[in-house]
């Protein structure tokens, strides 16, 4: 059994038949059913036509709409459809509208209009759930629920009263006392010193930086509400419908919101994923944030989300390419998603949205859109046996949220170029292009499984993650600017790297922050040199601590750059190329040599060849085997065609 009832991969899209004459659905479901569609997201944004007045429900399309499915084959993501409160909600209760850091009430005309600590919403939201599951809890289409929608996309923060309250009482339960948070945020800096939770706001425009800390528990605060709104919602399913799984689609590698803990409140992870098609390396990004997906939950995943084509919302909307749809969602299926889906199945008239692409596009069954769609639902069903399958990786990269809302908070930092979406990229870049698996963990993770472990940067770091750390019995790398500050952004004691001190064994004196563009020069101990960029810092290392490169002229002329002690790496810098580190600790952990622009995948029993670039490629195959896509024998070379791809059943593996 794969993430739902259904089997084999899933394939489909956001289903908007609230957009359509009903004349239009009959030719929708069949059109579903020659594409091999089995899924499709339906109600999303459909509250106001569920509900258009307090409390009198119009089910009955949603009735037929769903029988048409059923029919058809085709199975329900069944949206709670609380992403836009109808227009009758917002003018009985004004202040369910978010409110801006500036104090401006957002008005009714858009999604996502609804503050994220408002009772009023969350009662009627859970209201409509319980309504949804009721009527639906045992229809045969329901395969899976969809609560909101993209959380924190439009809407992630709010400032009004209600949000205020709830702030403080979120601060409550952390600290206990008013003398607690003082101590926490620092107060007695900048003359902040309260004397009341009540005299507590949130961070709004303020005349000056606001206060790190306090700034850092808005970020947990705003993650955490928005959780318990998903929540609310989620156990007013599994009230009525404990046995069917429910989902929200996460927008990939989000600042705003933990999706660590996000992960452990749903049931599956789904994810939406709209790499630039302009951008020649956008699917080396989407293949980290795709690794997430799988890591958070150690599991198979769904790609809710993504274009068939082109989307609306850059200044440039550039088309995906022939090929690239198909390439794009089997990368997807490489990196462990169980199904590919897409916003959405028919592109609008209307609205926002009328230029993003679609799967069946405005010009109908005649365009290379619709061919492309039915290609892809063949291929999907060609690789049905993959579904299920795990990933093994010997690389672990760690990040979390804490760290990476400390590490870039506003006016504050020794330089605002530490950015850790970079960071993790510059590490994920090369191993990516070695063909080598990585997961992602958080800090305070087991790591005993793990051949390397890589932190990129952990500049939040408490005492028991720096233990989670001492216990990696691999390779550990840790890099620039980690184990400066404990849980409420303080420093520790004696500076960076605080808790990692010992295990590090170096001590760092100094932040040396490079300016854009300036280079820092070093020489490795073998010899070779290198250079820093963006970052460094005065280094010094303990007695028995080995320096494995050092700053060569300017200011740092002499001082270590890389040190190592037993098998921890510490990075003083960030070095332009991190090759020669790399080579080093991933000494015996099996890599896959293709050529640049090719993707290797192993996922279970299978290898995925996903060739990105637009040459044809010659892969020396690791493993004989059978390719699904083509259904022939492959051993030694396999040539792939521009933007082709193969996937490789690996002989004699079971
Ligand atoms: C000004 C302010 C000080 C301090 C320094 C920091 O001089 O008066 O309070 O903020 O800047 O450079
Ligand atoms: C997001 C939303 C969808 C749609 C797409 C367009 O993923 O969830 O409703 O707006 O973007 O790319």
């Given amino acids: ?85 109808p227009p009758w909600l917002v003018r009985r209760h004004p202040e369910v509208m978010p409110v801006d850091a500036a104090g401006t009430r957002l008005e009714f005309g858009s999604r996502q209009g609804y503050c994220p600590s408002s009772p009023v919403f969350r009662e009627h939201a859970v209201r409509l759930a319980t309504a ?28 009004c009263p209600e949000s205020a309250r709830h702030f403080r009482a979120w601060l409550q339960a952390r600290y206990g006392t008013v003398g607690g948070l003082n101590a926490a945020w620092g107060t007695s800096c900048w003359g902040q010193h309260y004397t009341g939770f009540d005299q507590v706001e949130p961070p709004r425009r303020a005349p000056g930086p606001v206060n790190p800390a306090q700034l850092l528990d808005w970020r947990r605060f705003c993650s ?23 989902t929200t689609n996460f927008m990939s590698i989000l600042h705003g919101l933990d999706y660590w803990a996000w992960a452990e409140a749903e049931d599956l992870v789904s994810d939406d994923a709209y790499p630039d098609p302009a951008d020649p390396s956008s699917h080396m990004a989407v293949a980290l944030s795709y690794d997430l997906m799988r890591s958070l939950k150690r599991r198979p995943w769904l790609l809710m989300e993504s274009a068939p084509s082109a989307v609306s919302w850059r200044e440039v909307n550039a088309p995906k390419p022939p090929g690239v749809m198909r390439l794009h969602s089997l990368q997807a299926v490489a990196h462990g998603a169980d199904g590919v889906m897409f916003f959405q199945w028919r592109q609008a008239r209307y609205g926002p949205e009328k230029f993003h692409s679609a799967l069946v596009p405005h010009g109908g069954t005649a365009t290379r859109g619709w061919r ?115 849980e409420a952004d303080q420093v520790h004691d004696g500076g960076a790297p605080g808790p990692l001190r ?138 792939l065609a521009p933007r082709d791809a193969v996937v490789l059943r690996i002989e004699g593996d079971t």
């Fill in 224 to 246: 955490d509400a928005l959780l318990e709104l998903f929540t609310a919602e989620r156990d007013a399913l599994r009230a009525v419908t404990p046995d069917v799984p429910v």
């Fill in 372 to 486: 492309d769609t039915l290609r892809l639902g063949a291929d999907l069903r060609r690789l049905a046996e993959v579904a299920g399958g795990h990933t093994s990786a010997d690389v672990a990269l760690v990040f979390g949220w804490d760290s990476w809302w400390g590490l870039e908070a506003p006016e504050s930092m020794p330089s605002d170029r530490l950015r850790l979406k970079d960071l993790l990229l510059s590490w994920y870049a090369p191993l990516h292009a070695r063909g080598i698996a990585v997961d992602l963990a958080p800090p305070g993770a087991d790591l005993s499984g793990y051949r390397v472990v890589i932190v990129p940067n952990l500049y939040l770091c408490t005492a028991e993650q720096a233990e989670a750390l001492a216990a990696v019995t691999g390779e550990l790398v840790v890099g620039p600017f980690s184990g400066v500050v404990d």
């Fill in 132 to 159: 949804m599951a009721t009527r639906y809890g045992d229809h045969p289409a329901l395969a899976l629920w969809h609560v909101g929608n993209e959380y924190a996309d439009h809407t992630l923060e709010c400032f």
């Fill in 1 to 85: 059994m794969g993430l739902t009832r259904v089997p084999g991969l899933l394939y489909g899209g956001d289903y908007n038949p609230e957009q359509w004459p009903e004349e239009v659905w009959a030719e929708d479901v069949r059109l579903m059913a020659e594409a091999g569609v089995t899924m499709v997201t339906v109600a999303v944004f459909a509250w106001s036509r569920l509900e258009p007045e307090p409390g009198a429900y119009d089910f009955g399309w949603l009735d037929r709409v769903l029988g048409l499915l059923h029919e058809h084959g085709i199975a329900a993501d069944l949206a709670t459809a609380t992403a836009t409160p």
């Fill in 502 to 639: 010992d295990l590090l064994g170096v001590a760092v004196e100094e932040f040396w922050p490079l300016p854009d563009g300036l280079t820092q020069p070093l020489r490795h101990a073998g010899g070779g040199a290198g250079a820093a960029r963006t970052w460094a810092e005065w280094l010094r290392p303990d007695q028995g601590t080995a320096v494995l490169a050092r700053f060569e002229g300017g200011d740092l002329d002499g001082l270590p750059a890389i040190t190592r002690k037993g098998n921890a790496t510490y990075l003083g810098c960030l070095p332009a190329d991190l090759t020669p580190v790399l080579d080093r600790v991933l000494a015996g952990v099996p890599a896959i040599a293709v050529p640049a622009g090719v993707e290797a995948v192993r996922r279970g029993r299978h290898l995925f060849l996903l060739n990105h670039t637009t040459d044809e490629q010659r892969i020396t195959l690791p493993y004989p085997g059978r390719d699904l896509l083509t259904d022939t024998d492959l051993r030694g070379d396999a040539v």
